[in-house]
C-alpha cells in the first residue's frame, strides 16, 4: 500500500473512531470529510520522529513548537485544525487536533510548555537545549541564518489526540 493509500484508509476509519462524521447522516459528505487533514511527522529524522510520535501515542507529548520563519509561504497553525501524524515511514498512527497556538519569542518559552512536549527530563533547561539546536539544523537546511536568539519567535501549538491506531 502505498503512503497515500494509508492516509486515506486513516482518515475514513479516523472519522468513525473519532466520531467527526456525525453529521453526513443529515447534510451527506463535505469536502472537509473527502480530504485528509495534512499528515506529517515530526522532527527531521526518522529516529528522533518516532520517539516523539511514541510521546504523543502514550499521552506524554501534548505540544509542540516551531520556528515562525519555517512558515514560508504557509500558514501558521490555527486553533481546531486537525493533522494526521505519521511515523517516520509515512505511515498514519494518530489524529490530532490543534486546541490552543500562540506565538511567542524562544525567551519567553515557559517551563509548563516544556513539560508538555514531554520530552527530555521535561525541563525548561532540556526543552531550549534541544530546540536551539533543532531549529538551528532546520535553519540551515533551507538556507537560512542558523542564529537561535532569545528573540527568535516561535509557534508553540498544544493538541489533542481524537484516534490513533
Known sequence: MSNDEWIKAFWQDAQVHANLNRLRVYLGQNSTEA???????????PGPADELLSLVLDG???A??????????EELPRKGNLSIVTESSGRP?????TTGVRVVRFG???AEHARREGEGDLSLEHWRAEHRRFFAETAELTGQDPA??????????????LWKR
Do not use: N, Q
Open 93 to 97: 498512527r494518530a489524529l490530532i487536533v
Open 35 to 45: 480530504l485528509p487533514p495534512p499528515a506529517w511527522s515530526f522532527g527531521i529524522e
Open 60 to 62: 506524554t507529548k501534548t
Open 108 to 110: 519567553e518559552v515557559d
Open 148 to 161: 537561535v536568539t532569545d528573540d527568535l519567535d516561535v509557534v508553540l501549538e498544544e493538541f489533542e489526540v
Open 64 to 73: 509542540t513548537a516551531s520556528a515562525v520563519r519555517d512558515y514560508v509561504g
